[in-house]
T-cell receptor, first 116, second 116 residues
């Protein structure tokens, strides 16, 4: 299996620009998670989907952040407008939620975002 | 919500010696405790996990212990090797749904360095 695939791996953008991060979960996984990692706050869950439906977005920092999952194999996390404090590594993760070994959450390699 | 504290934040160990990382959690309802290893430039990867009905679990050089009464759990790495150098995260969660999925709260991480 190819694992969770994220793009872009690195992005440098200017403050105020729109940023779109993309994720392809592992085939057959029906849960998808977006995490953010910073030195100050560690790993934070932003939002997660089950069967393409957003279940809990309580971790989304503010209205500038939005996430979609139009189908089982694709999700986006959008920041508009971006700010320097959004600089972080954004991870997408997935699992099949069926208990046992299905509880393992698999992470992608991350998208390293720098907003200048 | 759940709060997970992790210590130490950095740990240097001579190759061949053992390393121990400790975590405490706040929510007595938490029943799933995974440990993730994150290498430089990569996403976290599950290395071992334990459920609340078990006090100890071992996988080759890695073991995890859980004390539900005290609400703490620990990672033990024996016979450390240079490739064990990485950042290690503990996490805790309760079931999200009847399918047993997990909404993880992560510790702040421990940077482990193995000295050759």
């Amino acid at each position: 299996d190819a694992g969770v695939i994220q793009s872009p791996r690195h992005e440098v953008t200017e403050m105020g620009q729109e940023v779109t991060l993309r994720c392809k979960p592992i085939s057959g996984h029906d849960y998808l998670f977006w995490y953010r990692q910073t030195m100050m706050r560690g790993l934070e869950l932003l939002i997660y989907f089950n069967n393409n439906v957003p279940i809990d977005d309580s971790g989304m920092p503010e209205d500038r952040f939005s996430a979609k999952m139009p189908n089982a194999s694709f999700s986006t996390l959008k920041i508009q407008p971006s700010e320097p404090r959004d600089s972080a590594v954004y991870f997408c993760a997935s699992n099949n939620g069926r208990g046992g070994t299905g509880n393992t959450i698999y992470f992608g390699e991350g998208s390293w975002l720098t907003v200048v | 919500g759940e709060n997970v504290e992790q210590h130490p934040s950095t740990l240097s160990v001579q190759e061949g010696d053992s390393a121990v990382i400790k975590c405490t959690y706040s929510d007595s309802a938490s029943n799933y405790f995974p440990w993730y290893k994150q290498e430089l430039g990569k996403g976290p990867q599950l290395i071992i996990d334990i459920r609340s009905n078990v006090g100890e679990k071992k996988d080759q050089r890695i073991a995890v212990t859980l004390n539900k009464t005290a609400k703490h759990f620990s990672l033990h790495i024996t016979e450390t090797q240079p490739e064990d150098s990485a950042v290690y995260f503990c996490a805790a969660s309760t079931h999200l749904s009847n399918f047993g999925n997990e909404k993880l709260t992560f510790g702040t991480g421990t940077r482990l360095t193995i000295i050759p």
